[in-house]
């Protein structure tokens, strides 16, 4: 039976459809690929036993499943296995299903054909999502993805609701009256210049004429849009988090990487860490938030002078070469169309120097070249040019989700 097949008959028997269903094939065999296992061993990974039956038997009806029986006799303190319940215990005599003398348990070892198969079609949809003639600094990046550090920017939190930079601000441009203004406003915008943009606001704004009037605009924005209850599969912060990183940055003020991990956590700012290496060596998966977060006003950097006042101090510059002397940083959900990262990065990174990627979609070879040029080496996603914006969404999440996935598998 062909993979596409096996696919096909779990997609109709548990009712799902055929990308899911190839999902949970994957997850068995990434479980099971080495080992014999159970039915209870898969429910601790999280499967319902009705789903773990009816897999196992399609699996066995295609021949990529054995199966045999660990029996425990009452005259033995060890378990043997057996090929059949019909077989005779070489301890009391009895045959193995005799269950009044045995206790015992059904086990199951994959064929290797089924675990080929599986990578075979997992490179294949790698393919798919990967640019052209980037497989090569992927297969680079993969290869140093335990000394990682992910660095997150605004557009992984789109998905989770949030505004990018540029929607942020626009909304605050109702504090703007003249319409001189508010054009001028509008180009700071779209060309990404976000700092002067949020100086000219301060500058032409009664109302968010002060630092402390604008955060909380931005707190109150995220706390009404933010929406934590959202389906896996359309967004990437637990795909970020399963690369299982002992560090974490990110600029975004949200709480998302907080949210949805499991275990003891805390969002650090940049003022509370005076020590980095008692932090690496606590044993914590340190979430970092670089410009601040909602739930600690005064930490949060909006503006021009709280920018410049973070990264005119060496302190930050030690702090990240500390990080960086033995780490590599992949940056996801940052745009190098706007001036705000260009600016981050140019200030700091490019100076500390190392191997350090990004993640962008659709990338000419022009473009990356141009960004291996800055220090930065590139993997290009496949998103497309869809008029559809949901679907360009979906698709980036999807491209994201896809070569994450693979980085650890």
Same mark, same amino acid.
């Given at each position: 039976?062909?993979?596409?097949?096996?696919?096909?008959?779990?997609?109709?028997?548990?009712?799902?459809?055929?990308?899911?269903?190839?999902?949970?094939?994957?997850?068995?065999?990434?479980?099971?690929? %080495? $080992?014999?296992?159970?039915? +209870?061993?898969?429910?601790?990974?999280?499967? !319902?036993?009705? /789903?773990?039956?009816?897999? @196992?038997?399609?699996?066995?009806?295609?021949?990529?499943?054995?199966?045999?029986?660990?029996?425990?006799?009452?005259?033995?303190?060890?378990?043997?296995?057996?090929?059949?319940?019909?077989?005779?215990?070489?301890?009391?005599?009895?045959?193995?299903?005799?269950?009044?003398?045995?206790?015992?348990?059904?086990?199951?070892?994959?064929?290797?054909?089924?675990?080929?198969?599986?990578?075979?079609?997992?490179?294949?949809?790698?393919?798919?999502?990967?640019?052209?003639?980037?497989?090569?600094?992927?297969?680079?990046?993969?290869?140093?993805?335990?000394?990682?550090?992910?660095?997150?920017?605004?557009?992984?939190?789109?998905?989770?609701?949030?505004?990018?930079?540029?929607?942020?601000?626009?909304?605050? %441009? $109702?504090?703007?009256?003249? +319409?001189?203004?508010?054009?001028?406003?509008? !180009?700071?915008? /779209?060309?990404?210049?976000? @700092?002067?943009?949020?100086?000219?606001?301060?500058?032409?704004?009664?109302?968010?004429?002060?630092?402390?009037?604008?955060?909380?605009?931005?707190?109150?924005?995220?706390?009404?849009?933010?929406?934590?209850?959202?389906?896996?599969?359309?967004?990437?912060?637990?795909?970020?988090?399963?690369?299982?990183?002992?560090?974490?940055?990110?600029?975004?003020?949200?709480?998302?990487?907080?949210?949805?991990?499991?275990?003891?956590?805390?969002?650090?700012?940049?003022?509370?860490?005076?020590?980095?290496?008692?932090?690496?060596?606590?044993?914590?998966?340190?979430?970092?938030?670089?410009?601040?977060?909602?739930?600690?006003?005064?930490?949060?950097?909006?503006?021009?002078?709280?920018?410049?006042?973070?990264?005119?101090?060496?302190?930050?510059?030690?702090?990240?070469?500390?990080?960086?002397?033995?780490?590599?940083?992949?940056?996801?959900?940052?745009?190098?169309?706007?001036?705000?990262?260009?600016?981050?990065?140019?200030?700091?990174?490019?100076?500390?120097?190392?191997?350090?990627?990004?993640?962008?979609?659709?990338?000419?070879?022009?473009?990356?070249?141009?960004?291996?040029?800055?220090?930065?080496?590139?993997?290009?996603?496949?998103?497309?040019?869809?008029?559809?914006?949901?679907?360009?969404?979906?698709?980036?999440?999807?491209?994201?989700?896809?070569?994450?996935?693979?980085?650890?598998?």
């Amino acid at each position: 039976m062909s993979l596409d097949t096996l696919i096909g008959n779990v997609s109709k028997k548990l009712i799902i459809n055929e990308e899911d269903s190839f999902n949970l094939i994957k997850k068995i065999t990434e479980i099971c690929n %080495k $080992d014999m296992f159970t039915v +209870s061993s898969l429910e601790n990974e999280g499967f !319902k036993r009705g /789903d773990i039956l009816n897999i @196992l038997e399609i699996f066995k009806e295609a021949g990529f499943l054995t199966q045999q029986y660990q029996c425990l006799c009452k005259d033995n303190d060890e378990p043997e296995i057996y090929d059949s319940l019909q077989e005779t215990c070489e301890f009391c005599g009895q045959v193995v299903k005799n269950t009044f003398v045995h206790d015992i348990t059904d086990i199951y070892h994959l064929q290797e054909d089924i675990v080929k198969l599986v990578q075979e079609k997992e490179k294949l949809i790698l393919q798919m999502h990967l640019g052209d003639g980037f497989i090569t600094l992927f297969e680079e990046l993969k290869g140093k993805i335990h000394n990682v550090i992910p660095f997150l920017g605004a557009g992984t939190s789109i998905p989770l609701g949030l505004d990018s930079w540029g929607q942020l601000l626009a909304d605050m %441009k $109702d504090s703007i009256f003249s +319409s001189d203004d508010k054009r001028m406003f509008d !180009k700071y915008i /779209d060309k990404g210049d976000y @700092l002067k943009a949020l100086t000219f606001l301060k500058n032409h704004s009664l109302i968010l004429s002060e630092d402390k009037a604008i955060k909380e605009r931005i707190i109150k924005r995220i706390e009404a849009k933010y929406n934590k209850n959202i389906e896996d599969d359309l967004h990437n912060i637990k795909d970020i988090i399963n690369l299982n990183s002992d560090f974490y940055i990110t600029t975004n003020y949200d709480l998302a990487l907080t949210d949805f991990k499991t275990g003891d956590n805390y969002p650090y700012t940049f003022r509370q860490i005076d020590d980095l290496q008692d932090l690496l060596n606590s044993g914590k998966q340190i979430i970092l938030h670089l410009h601040g977060h909602i739930k600690d006003k005064d930490s949060m950097i909006v503006t021009q002078e709280n920018y410049n006042e973070i990264y005119g101090k060496t302190a930050i510059k030690t702090f990240l070469s500390g990080i960086m002397g033995s780490k590599h940083l992949l940056f996801i959900g940052f745009s190098f169309n706007d001036d705000y990262f260009k600016n981050i990065f140019e200030n700091v990174f490019k100076d500390i120097g190392g191997d350090n990627y990004i993640i962008l979609p659709d990338l000419h070879m022009e473009e990356a070249q141009d960004l291996i040029k800055m220090g930065l080496r590139p993997i290009s996603i496949k998103v497309g040019d869809s008029k559809n914006k949901e679907e360009k969404a979906r698709n980036y999440v999807k491209s994201i989700k896809v070569v994450l996935n693979n980085l650890i598998n």
